[in-house]
Nanobody, 112 residues
Framework: QVQLVESGGGLVQPGGSLRLSCAASGTSVSGNYMGWYRQGPGKRELVASIGTGGLTNYADSVKGRFTISRDNAKNTVNLQMTSLKPEDTAVYYC???????WGQGTQVTVSS
């Protein structure tokens, strides 16, 4: 059974940084396309993704500020977020679409 657990969310001031982590079990992060999504007041959107070959993709709204990476030894996928803005406030989820697997989400709030 594939399980994903996110961590690292919290309250941060505008311009600050946070690092989210997604720990996977039941499968390897290196063998899967994985994505970080977020859901604010609107619909859930894809923020960043990483393929099995390491190819990354980002939403236009986060390009240059967010970085997705994979730690194969720890079996985690991370999202480094910098220069955070109030509009980044959302619940952040990681997912493996291949298994339709989602974590429980972690809240990120950007506010002064």
């Amino acid at each position: 059974q594939v399980q994903l657990v996110e961590s690292g969310g919290g309250l941060v001031q505008p311009g600050g940084s946070l690092r989210l982590s997604c720990a996977a079990s039941g499968t390897s992060v290196s063998g899967n396309y994985m994505g970080w999504y977020r859901q604010g007041p609107g619909k859930r959107e894809l923020v960043a993704s990483i393929g099995t070959g390491g190819l990354t993709n980002y939403a236009d709204s986060v390009k240059g500020r967010f970085t997705i990476s994979r730690d194969n030894a720890k079996n985690t996928v991370n999202l480094q977020m910098t220069s955070l803005k109030p509009e980044d406030t959302a619940v952040y989820y990681c997912s493996i679409p291949r298994y339709n697997s989602w974590g429980q989400g972690t809240q990120v709030t950007v506010s002064s």
